[in-house]
């Protein structure tokens, strides 16, 4: 056909073209939403808090670095405080279960 066209005309390449801008958030209403927030840094956070029970505390860990890592690829995302925040908590959680499994690990070689 004479109308016919390469299909990369009709088709640009997606690569190199920059990442969507943000849409303008209210600073305020961004600290109770998470919105445009990384998703690993909502995990982080909410792990975070339940790690003082100190089983998900691991998890929180691996979850805040996790999301410094989405926050390096994607800049326009926030919430490194949620991610400083799980690695934070999650590092003492993990410490004092270390130190129980240890407790209790002396306590039945000692029996």
């Given at each position: 056909m004479a109308d016919w066209q390469p299909?990369?005309?009709?088709?640009?390449?997606?690569?190199?073209?920059?990442?969507?801008?943000?849409?303008?958030?209210?600073?305020?209403?961004?600290?109770v939403i998470p919105?445009?927030?990384?998703?690993?840094?909502?995990?982080?956070?909410?792990?975070?808090?339940?790690?003082?029970?100190?089983?998900?505390?691991?998890i929180a860990l691996f979850c805040g670095i996790m999301a410094l890592r989405d926050l390096k690829r994607h800049p326009?995302?926030?919430g490194a405080g949620r991610a400083w925040f799980g690695i934070i908590m999650g590092s003492l959680g993990t410490?004092?279960?270390?130190?129980a499994c240890a407790g209790f690990a002396i306590e039945e070689l000692t029996r």
């Open positions: 299909l990369g005309t009709l088709f640009p390449p997606s690569v190199g073209t920059p990442p969507p801008v943000p849409t303008p958030v209210d600073p305020l209403l961004s600290m919105i445009n927030r990384s998703g690993w840094a909502i995990a982080a956070g909410y792990l975070a808090l339940g790690s003082v029970l100190c089983v998900p505390a691991p326009h995302l926030q410490v004092l279960l270390l130190l």
